[in-house]
């Protein structure tokens, strides 16, 4: 079946640093990738759907220049934390799909917190 | 727009007990998916099933099985003879098509905690 890597599995890092969070299709080619965002015992929210070779569509109020979308090929998108604060701690999870309402396959999640 | 409610937000049973964890969406499309992921403690979504919504027909597979109407809008999902390891957390999602531009939105979620 359908793989998705997402790396690293967990990060801490300080205050103000920044941090690159990668998703990686490894067996399709995935037209279209979805950074979501889970809070403790909250559901997943939709950060921005990443689409090959074009500017990432973020959802209202995610700030575009803090989360960082790069989806520079078919396999690869990377979510990067600029400046992170405590209050984005979280759990990232991306998401890849080969075609329009193909099945999305996600990634294991990244457990980032910020000290 | 889309919404997707799941108003349990924690069922515990004990082993061998059937549960059902209920799922109602709305949305204006015609054409739209429905799934299933299941969360367990380690984080990682485990994708169950999806449903087109020209597809009514319920579904079995092993001990889990779906139940798929329209008419109420809702996509109920059913565990039979439970087991520990179905402890989780379950999600229903909805993914669209015309206005919605196949995002797919999750419900708040179920915690499902099975003891021996």
């Known amino acids: 079946g359908a793989v998705v890597s997402q790396h690293p599995s967990w990060v801490i890092c300080k205050s103000g640093t920044s941090v690159k969070i990668e998703c990686r299709s490894l067996?399709?080619?995935?037209?279209?990738m979805f950074w979501y965002r889970q809070f403790p015992k909250q559901s997943l929210m939709l950060m921005a759907t990443?689409?090959?070779?074009?500017?990432?569509?973020?959802e209202q109020g995610v700030e575009k220049d803090k989360f960082l979308i790069n989806h520079a090929s078919l396999t690869l998108s990377t979510l990067t934390v600029t400046s992170a604060h405590p209050e984005d701690s979280s759990f990232y999870i991306c998401?890849?799909?080969?075609?329009?309402?193909?099945?999305?396959?996600f990634g294991n999640g990244t457990r980032l917190t910020v000290t | 727009a889309q919404k997707v409610t799941q108003a349990q937000t924690e069922i515990s049973v004990v082993e061998k007990e059937d549960v059902t964890l209920d799922c109602v969406y709305e949305?204006?499309?015609?054409?739209?998916?429905l799934f299933w992921y299941k969360q367990p403690p380690s984080g990682e979504l485990v994708f169950l099933i999806r449903?087109?919504?020209?597809?009514?027909q319920n579904e079995i597979s092993g001990r889990y099985s779906w139940n798929f109407q329209k008419s109420t809008s809702s996509f109920n999902f059913t565990i039979t003879a439970s087991q520990v390891v179905d402890s989780a957390v379950y999600f229903c999602?909805?993914?669209?098509?015309?206005?919605?531009?196949?995002?797919?939105?999750f419900g708040e979620g179920t915690q499902l905690t099975v003891n021996p």
């Open positions: 949305t204006r499309d015609t054409t739209y998916y």
């Open positions: 067996d399709f080619q995935a037209t279209t």
């Open positions: 999602a909805l993914s669209g098509g015309e206005t919605s531009g196949s995002r797919l939105t």
């Open positions: 449903r087109n919504s020209f597809d009514e």
């Open positions: 998401s890849a799909r080969r075609l329009l309402n193909s099945p999305l396959h």
């Open positions: 990443s689409n090959e070779g074009s500017k990432a569509t973020y």
